[in-house]
């Protein structure tokens, strides 16, 4: 099984400082297709989870532009430009190129 | 507007059966794949099972293989899951999240607000 890490287990931010999430894989989620399959998730407290940027780097219906996500091969980073209080949750990465999908343990966000 | 509506879950015994169901709605059912995830009480997101938007494929993860079956009724819009021989440790929230390509899966593009599957004796 592809196994994915999440080294920093909590972060706590300043409401309009920067964050960046990192996420790394145990083999590369480059597909032959050319497809990198990565996926980022947030779940906030009572919530289901809910998806902020797949492949890589595409962001997803509704998500604001101040989260972006970067990164190749086994290594992988979501950015948030400039944290909002809302923006507290626990944040997992996941891989779909290969069965079984994985997710990292997941980011704690908190807010100073 | 996609939504996706699990029911099903409550107490069962070790050893029990559960069907959950997902009904779907805001979308083509027929046209995109599911999945099944679970969340143990404080715990991070396992995969659990997907299955293609023709419901002829199906995949689980290796813990609930051969107890676990997905299946479909897309005159329904619903997914499923029955779950059988029930242990103790898959107490968890299972959601239901729907495929955001018709083809191939492993983009869950929507979730369900989950539904609490509790074992104990």
């Known amino acids: 099984d592809i196994v994915m890490t999440q080294n920093t287990l909590s972060l706590s931010v300043t409401p309009g400082q920067p964050a960046s999430i990192s996420c790394k894989s145990s083999?590369?989620?480059?597909?032959?297709?050319?497809?990198?399959?990565l996926y980022w998730f947030v779940q906030k407290s009572g919530q289901s989870p809910r998806l902020l940027i797949y492949?890589?780097?595409n962001r997803f219906s509704g998500v604001p532009d101040r989260f972006s996500g970067g990164g190749s091969g086994t290594d992988f980073t979501l950015k948030i430009s400039r944290v909002e209080a809302e923006d507290v949750g626990v944040y997992y990465c996941m891989q779909s190129k290969e069965l079984p999908f994985t997710f990292g343990p997941g980011t704690k966000v908190e807010i100073q | 507007e996609v939504q996706l509506v699990e029911s099903g879950g409550g107490l069962v015994q070790p050893g029990g059966s559960l069907r959950l169901s997902c009904a779907a709605s805001?979308?083509?059912?027929?046209?995109?794949?599911m999945s099944w995830v679970r969340q143990a009480p404080g715990k991070g997101l396992e995969w659990v099972s997907a299955i293609s938007r023709s419901g002829n494929k199906t995949y689980y993860a290796d813990s609930v293989k051969a107890r676990f079956t997905i299946s479909r009724d897309s005159s329904k819009s619903t997914l499923y899951l029955q779950m059988k021989s029930l242990r103790v440790g898959e107490t968890a929230i299972y959601y239901c999240?729907?495929?955001?390509?018709?083809?191939?899966?492993?983009?869950?593009?929507?979730w369900g607000q989950g539904t609490l599957v509790t074992v104990s004796s």
């Open positions: 999240a729907k495929e955001g390509a018709v083809v191939g899966i492993g983009y869950l593009q929507y």
């Open positions: 805001g979308f083509n059912f027929s046209n995109y794949g």
């Open positions: 083999q590369s989620l480059l597909l032959s297709d050319g497809k990198t399959y």
């Open positions: 492949e890589v780097s």
